[in-house]
């Protein structure tokens, strides 16, 4: 188990705002929260500035959506960790994100149990007790 | 003036000929006892008679002829010639043969030498009529010339010499012409001649001679003075005189007797001077000194009371041209020097019957088995006297002769008016052949003025121009709305192929020139639809439609065509694409939008609800409420995927988010779970970002076919592939299924091939059907992407 004084700095992209506030509070003080993005393109923007070490990134998005701007992150050989949060329960959704480099793949339904344990996971850290559950649909 | 004897010798009558036959019978009753048929019913007739004019050729060979006439002798003459070589041929055959024509001999005595014409006529008409004879016949002539001879003791030397001459070499026939060779004959045959036949002749009236023995047969002359006076009485009905030349010779005298005779007759109705004994030049002066009311009756003139001798041609045109009265005769010999003529005897004739006589007995016949007959008289005239003391023709006997006719104008140029008129014929047939070939002509470019106007107006009406292009000198003939179309303000201009390529848009000559081309080469309709610019600089669309002609040798020489206007129809056309794209593009707008507020809004509630109940369930302890919540998480999580497939099935979010090939791959395993048939699906080179439009067009229409395929194929097996490259996008869906008649699909069929075809004309391409009943369907789709699908892609990059 690898010793990490620094709270994972964490990216929000969703178009969805209410989501934003309850990922948010999902994340509580564990997580730096970097920044919030409401389109494809700000995330993208955000993300390749602020280099965050997750982002939890929604595929419907304004201007660009998810999986293009995880693509172009790719891309542009950032780092971030790639968590999608979204509505979509198609298996052709969860192969394009895998595709694209995602780390975890969350259905937003199941946030509240299925979030935390998704971003340890992407950041191969242990989860807390309460972090158990990993989605891969 | 009386016509001097003629050059020109015509015989004429319009009566067919009258034949004097040897076979004829004397006619009953008659006072003149003529051997004449006469066609009595019909007036004085003028038909040729080569026959007899043969006799005036003998007479007057001299005399040139009227064309007519020659030609009719020269076909008679031709006619005898050709019959004349049969006969000598067929005479000279036997003898090549070998066989000898018996030889007879003829003597033939003569009353005067041939100075005298009747001695020449009487002998051409014998040898005339032994001419047929099967014999070589020899001839021997002997004349008594008791005119100059006249002393009896003369006349017994001439009889002891002949008599002598001929004692050892008797003739077959004897034939006597004149009355003194008779009485030699009569005297002498007994002692001298016996048994030799004797055919006697009188031309001229016959001398007392005493009975005759059996062996003596001929012709007795026959004079014809009754009639003759009688017919000049009726000719000139005023004659109270008539004058009777003749002459002092014992003939002359005997002729006089039987004049007398007969003109007892007239003895109360004229005053008869008989000028027999008057020896010119009194005579000739009494002659020119005769009262108007007189006629002169020429009789024989053989000697005058002076002792002079005159042969007939010189003492009828003597005593003609004294006299100042028409002159009448009685024997052919006095014709022909201004002599009126009359009921006439003919030396030749009498010859004939003679002839004829002796050709009998050479072939056998007894001549007391031939009669004794009398010659024939004929009418016969001479026209230029007529003429000249102004007697008519119609007054003339029923077929009488007319000598010195001279023809009509019609007889003489009825051939140049037949062929003159047969030529104004035939001009007239030939101009009004040409009137009416001119008159057809005029229609039928009257009528092809109206086609063409009919033509120009169709052309103009329907806003068109049409072509006509000369492909060798390269001139381009139009007509037709060449305002609207070019703006060129003519109804007809001419230009050259130049002129033509230069009005069409640039971006269009390709298409063009390949259309022609195609036309040409591969001898198919020419057609184009292209734009030109009008010399306004506005843009016109035009379809054109032509076609090529060629020579014999395969070479194009001519292209004719018509081009439409087809602008407004390219307007309505393209707002009807708009307008379709439009309502196609609303539909998909708003189908996009309730999709994207289900899946935003009320999904993302939905889930926000599911976070909630979470929450809410975590603050919990009791057992019960946990699996309770759990199960109804669970529903929310239900309706969520709900909500999914309805905004998924109004809009895809795929073609959005995961692009064309993914959403075509997941729809077809779609169909796949849900119908049990199965869909392979298979994609190469789809580019990832595809403009909006061509991509719903495409997974619509993939939607369309393969729901199609599903219903109606019965196939089991759906191949569907999506193939791309730089330039285009194609989409083939095919099975193996039952096929329908494209000519006759369903209606559910009908209206998705409708749909399917609408949607790609609106992104500009193409849609092929293929199906055959029985053996399956292939629709393939093309779909070119243009440079704004590029751009669209790049701009997506660059973003």
């Not at chain 1, 929260?33 to 929604?58: E, K, M, S, Y």
Request: charged share 25%.
């Amino acid at each position: 188990m690898q010793k990490n004084t620094r709270r994972p700095r964490v990216l929000l992209a969703d178009d969805f705002p209410q989501i934003l506030e309850e990922v948010q509070k999902l994340l509580g003080n564990d997580f730096e929260i970097v920044g919030f993005a409401h389109d494809g393109g700000q995330a993208l923007r955000l993300a390749l500035t602020l280099n965050p070490d997750v982002l939890l990134l929604d595929i419907s998005m304004p201007v660009l959506c998810g999986l293009e701007v995880a693509r172009r992150l790719r891309e542009a050989k950032c780092n971030a960790k790639i968590v999608f949060i979204t509505v979509h329960e198609d298996h052709d959704y969860l192969d394009s994100a895998i595709s694209v480099g995602a780390s975890a793949y969350v259905l937003k339904g199941r946030i509240g149990t299925d979030l935390l344990p998704a971003i340890y996971a992407a950041l191969e850290e242990p989860a807390p007790e309460q972090a158990v559950k990993l989605i891969y649909v | 003036m009386v016509p001097k004897a003629d050059e020109r010798y015509t015989f004429a009558s319009r009566q067919p000929p009258v034949r004097i036959d040897s076979r004829a019978k004397p006619l009953a009753g008659s006072t003149t006892k003529r051997w004449v048929f006469v066609q009595k019913e019909r007036p004085c007739a003028a038909v040729r008679m080569p026959r007899l004019s043969g006799c005036a050729e003998e007479v007057h060979s001299h005399g040139s002829c009227d064309p007519q006439q020659g030609m009719h002798r020269r076909m008679n003459r031709a006619i005898r010639v050709l019959f004349e070589v049969v006969a000598v041929v067929g005479c000279c055959l036997p003898r090549l043969a070998g066989e000898v024509v018996p030889v007879r001999r003829v003597l033939i005595l003569n009353e005067v030498g041939t100075s005298y014409p009747l001695t020449n006529l009487v002998d051409l008409g014998i040898r005339r009529a032994l001419a047929d004879s099967p014999y070589r016949i020899e001839f021997y002539r002997e004349y008594m010339d008791t005119v100059l001879f006249s002393d009896p003791d003369e006349q017994s030397l001439f009889r002891k010499f002949y008599v002598q001459k001929y004692k050892n070499h008797k003739p077959d026939v004897v034939i006597t012409v004149g009355s003194s060779p008779l009485r030699f004959m009569a005297e002498t045959h007994k002692n001298s001649f016996p048994g030799v036949p004797i055919v006697f002749c009188f031309p001229k009236v016959p001398a007392e001679s005493g009975p005759l023995d059996p062996e003596f047969t001929g012709v007795q002359g026959e004079i014809s003075a009754a009639a003759t006076v009688g017919l000049a009485l009726r000719l000139f009905p005023r004659t109270r005189h008539l004058v009777v030349v003749g002459g002092v010779a014992p003939y002359d005298r005997r002729e006089q007797v039987l004049v007398k005779q007969q003109l007892e007759l007239y003895r109360d109705r004229l005053d008869i001077a008989y000028l027999t004994d008057v020896a010119p030049p009194a005579l000739l002066n009494r002659l020119n000194s005769l009262p108007s009311d007189t006629v002169v009756l020429l009789t024989a003139l053989g000697k005058d009371s002076d002792g002079n001798s005159y042969t007939a041609d010189q003492s009828g045109p003597m005593v003609v041209h004294a006299s100042n009265a028409p002159v009448f005769s009685l024997v052919d010999r006095y014709l022909n020097h201004g002599e009126i003529g009359g009921d006439v005897s003919s030396a030749i004739k009498d010859g004939q019957i003679v002839g004829g006589m002796a050709l009998r007995i050479l072939g056998g016949q007894k001549p007391q088995d031939i009669p004794v007959i009398k010659s024939a008289t004929t009418y016969m005239f001479d026209s230029r006297a007529l003429k000249h003391w102004k007697v008519k023709e119609k007054l003339l006997p029923a077929g009488s002769l007319l000598l010195n006719r001279d023809p009509t104008m019609w007889e003489s140029y009825r051939w140049y008016v037949f062929i003159g008129l047969c030529l104004v014929a035939l001009e007239t047939v030939l101009i009004a052949g040409l009137l009416l070939h001119r008159a057809r002509r005029k229609r039928a470019e009257k009528e092809l003025d109206l086609t063409y106007d009919r033509l120009r107006l169709s052309v103009e009406a329907g806003r068109s121009v049409a072509w006509d292009f000369d492909v060798k000198t390269g001139q381009n003939y139009w007509f037709g709305d060449l305002q609207m179309m070019f703006g060129i303000p003519a109804q007809t201009y001419c230009g050259g192929a130049d002129d033509f390529r230069h009005r069409v848009l640039p971006e269009d000559w390709d298409i063009v020139a390949d259309a022609i081309e195609n036309a040409r080469q591969n001898r198919e309709p020419y057609r184009a639809e292209f734009r030109v610019v009008r010399n306004d600089e506005t843009v016109r669309w035009i379809e054109a439609k032509g076609k090529f002609y060629y020579t014999t040798n395969g070479i194009p020489e001519r292209m004719l065509g018509i081009a439409v206007d087809v602008t407004e129809r390219k307007i309505a056309e393209d707002s009807l694409a708009t307008i379709g794209r439009r309502l196609i593009e609303a539909q998909e707008q708003e189908r996009a939008r309730i999709a994207r507020e289900l899946h935003d809004d009320i999904n993302q509630q939905l889930a926000l609800l599911a976070v909630e109940l979470d929450q809410w369930n975590r603050s919990s302890s009791n057992g019960d409420v946990h699996s309770h919540a759990e199960a109804i998480k669970g529903r929310i999580m239900e309706i969520s995927r709900d909500v999914q497939a309805l905004a998924h099935q109004l809009h895809s979010s795929k073609l959005e988010y995961l692009g064309l090939a993914t959403a075509a791959r997941g729809f077809c395993r779609e169909v796949s779970q849900t119908h049990g048939v199965k869909v392979h699906f298979t994609e190469n080179g789809v580019p990832r970002n595809l403009q909006e439009e061509v991509s719903v067009c495409l997974f619509r229409v993939l939607q369309e076919a393969v729901q199609n395929a599903v219903k109606y194929s019965g196939a089991d097996h759906i191949d569907v592939s999506l193939c791309g490259n730089s330039r285009e996008l194609a989409l083939t869906v095919r099975d193996a299924g039952v096929g329908f008649d494209l000519s006759n699909p369903t209606k559910s069929q009908g209206l998705g091939l409708v749909s399917m075809r609408e949607r790609i004309s609106l992104v500009k391409g193409t849609i092929a059907i293929k199906s055959k009943l029985t053996t399956g369907t292939e629709i393939t789709a093309h779909v070119p992407l243009d440079k704004s699908s590029r751009a669209s892609e790049l701009s997506l990059g660059a973003a």
